[in-house]
């Protein structure tokens, strides 16, 4: 399939790789360092937890990138878990798992970390898992804001995660201006806001103070950009109208290999 320029205007320079869903055919060892080959100036990954923050941070040396965010324990992913913020039953397990991840985290230069907010149990009423949701976000920014670190709120719709306590972006944004909390912010996924029929081109300009970090993905497939039918050009000029000076994490499942779906980053 050949790939036509996206319009990535000045965020060619300003590609993350996720390391979570990119170059997977190697070892995470290697991964970074892969993605620096590449082409990507920044990386990003899920859960890091497997290695200590030592040896990661060598890995992030020697590629020569930064990690620009990471998320908080989520549980067992083979049990279906996706994290503990929402949950009632798991506030102590969330909560003791804050402070080591924020030191972990810390070794490696990274400055946003994710709590995933949980999928929705069966017999609990919404409006408990919200109060528990606001009160374990607002008690992991409050420790972040200790070390001028930044708690990001990422809304995943159900095409990616059924049940999903935080599922629409308008979600997220009430959450984060219920807490009140200047370091809560916003992590926009331009793929989970097309597959929930939203315009994410208005929702960056609507909502642009709280963005602090922007993942893209095209639909259907969740693979590449270029390949599927979303319009990639108004989201990034949008970005560049409201001023957005982070990183575009790639976070997408490459159709074929990595390093073979790549084409799209060099067309521009």
Same mark, same amino acid.
């Given at each position: 399939?050949?790939?036509?320029?996206?319009?990535?205007?000045?965020?060619?320079?300003?590609?993350?790789?996720?390391c979570?869903?990119?170059?997977?055919?190697?070892?995470?060892?290697?991964?970074? &360092?892969?993605?620096?080959?590449? =082409?990507?100036t920044?990386?990003?990954?899920?859960?890091l937890?497997?290695?200590? &923050?030592?040896?990661?941070?060598?890995?992030?040396?020697q590629? =020569?990138?930064?990690l620009?965010?990471?998320?908080?324990?989520?549980?067992?992913?083979?049990?279906?878990?996706?994290?503990?913020?929402? $949950?009632?039953?798991?506030?102590?397990?969330?909560?003791?798992?804050?402070?080591?991840?924020?030191?972990?985290?810390?070794?490696? =230069?990274?400055?946003?970390?994710?709590?995933? +907010?949980?999928?929705?149990?069966?017999?609990? +009423?919404?409006?408990?898992?919200?109060?528990?949701? $606001?009160?374990?976000?607002?008690?992991?920014?409050? *420790?972040?804001?200790?070390?001028?670190?930044?708690?990001?709120?990422?809304?995943? =719709?159900?095409?990616?995660?059924?049940?999903?306590?935080?599922?629409?972006?308008?979600?997220?944004?009430?959450?984060?201006?219920?807490?009140?909390?200047?370091?809560?912010?916003?992590?926009?996924?331009?793929?989970?806001?097309?597959? $929930?029929?939203?315009?994410?081109a208005?929702?960056?300009?609507?909502? *642009?103070?709280?963005?602090?970090?922007v993942?893209?993905?095209?639909?259907?497939?969740?693979?590449?950009?270029g390949?599927?039918?979303?319009?990639?050009?108004?989201i990034?000029?949008?970005?560049?109208?409201?001023?957005?000076?982070?990183?575009?994490?790639?976070?997408?499942?490459p159709?074929?290999?990595?390093? *073979?779906?790549? +084409?799209?980053?060099?067309?521009?």
């Open positions: 399939m050949s790939i036509l320029p996206l319009g990535l205007g000045a965020f060619a320079g300003r590609l993350s790789g996720h979570g869903f990119l170059f997977t055919e190697l070892p995470l060892s290697e991964r970074f &360092a892969a993605a620096a080959r590449a =082409g990507f920044a990386v990003e990954h899920p859960n937890f497997a290695a200590p &923050a030592r040896e990661v941070a060598g890995w992030l040396e590629a =020569g990138v930064p620009v965010q990471t998320g908080f324990p989520a549980g067992n992913a083979a049990k279906g878990e996706k994290g503990f913020a929402a $949950l009632p039953d798991r506030v102590a397990q969330y909560r003791a798992t804050i402070e080591p991840t924020l030191d972990f985290v810390e070794e490696l =230069g990274c400055r946003m970390v994710h709590p995933m +907010a949980g999928v929705r149990p069966a017999g609990i +009423a919404r409006e408990r898992l919200w109060d528990t949701y $606001l009160e374990n976000l607002a008690f992991a920014a409050d *420790a972040a804001a200790r070390r001028g670190m930044t708690v990001i709120v990422e809304p995943i =719709g159900p095409g990616s995660i059924a049940n999903y306590v935080i599922d629409d972006p308008l979600m997220a944004v009430e959450a984060i201006r219920l807490i009140g909390r200047d370091n809560v912010k916003l992590l926009f996924d331009a793929y989970h806001c097309v597959c $929930l029929g939203q315009d994410p208005a929702l960056i300009r609507a909502h *642009a103070p709280l963005i602090a970090h993942q893209i993905a095209d639909d259907p497939g969740r693979h590449e950009p390949t599927g039918t979303i319009a990639f050009g108004p990034f000029r949008a970005l560049e109208e409201v001023g957005y000076a982070g990183h575009v994490g790639c976070e997408y499942h159709a074929t290999t990595t390093e *073979a779906g790549l +084409a799209w980053m060099r067309a521009g």
